[in-house]
T-cell receptor, first 116, second 112 residues
């Protein structure tokens, strides 16, 4: 049981390049999330997917797109990377159910992205 | 303004000593408050969760308290170990929009 896995672990991009961050979970969770974590700031939600086939914007969605490929996989795409997108990106999943607020979010190990 | 404020930002403690981390929040109403531990280079891992009706919750040497009236929570680490060196993040779930509000974390360094 691997939990939440992310690839790649590290990436260096030049300004304007594109890339896709991959995330997969094997816990059969309905909901998946993408966060970014910057020094001196709390985790900020980029996008989330409450269930397969749905995606919604979070707090900081500009410059990103997402795809919920199936129940297991949720990818984050940077179409034209900018230095401001240098960050550590975390994917998370949880068993969200309507009206239930107990769920734990399980986080992946993170992807460290540097945009030059 | 951040809805979840944590203090101190960082602290260094001797192995075997106790410490207490503080979390003040403005989220209202809230459905639960959770403390996560994040080791360097890893994703956060849940330590405790409390609803508004709970005052204390323990997980081994970690004890969280909650005062919903003053909107304050604390995380007490007893008999610290080197493995307790990490960032501890306070997270409050907003009952209205079901979103999570994250604190910036308390960075704890335990030295021998």
């Amino acid at each position: 049981n691997a939990g939440v896995t992310q690839t790649p672990k590290f990436q260096v991009l030049k300004t304007g390049q594109s890339m896709t961050l991959q995330c997969a979970q094997d816990m059969n969770h309905n909901s998946m999330y993408w966060y970014r974590q910057d020094p001196g700031m709390g985790l900020r939600l980029i996008y989330y997917s409450a269930s397969e086939g749905t995606t919604d914007k979070g707090e900081v969605p500009n410059g990103y797109n997402v795809s919920r490929l199936n129940k297991r996989e949720f990818s984050l795409r940077l179409e034209s990377a900018a230095p401001s997108q240098t960050s550590v990106y975390f994917c998370a999943s949880s068993e969200e159910r309507s009206g239930v607020h107990w769920e734990t979010q399980y986080f992946g190990p993170g992807t460290r992205l540097l945009v030059l | 303004k951040n809805q979840v404020e944590q203090s101190p930002q960082s602290l260094i403690i001797l192995e075997g000593k106790n410490c207490t981390l503080q979390c003040n929040y403005t989220v209202s109403p809230f459905s639960n408050l959770r403390w996560y531990k994040q080791d360097t280079g890893r994703g956060p891992v849940s330590l405790t969760i409390m609803t508004f009706s709970e005052n204390t919750k323990s997980n081994g040497r970690y004890t969280a308290t909650l005062d919903a009236d003053t909107k304050q929570s604390s995380l007490h680490i007893t008999a610290s170990q080197l493995s307790d060196s990490a960032s501890y993040i306070c997270v409050v779930r907003d009952y209205g929009n079901n979103r999570l509000a994250f604190g910036k974390g308390n960075q704890v360094v335990v030295i021998p």
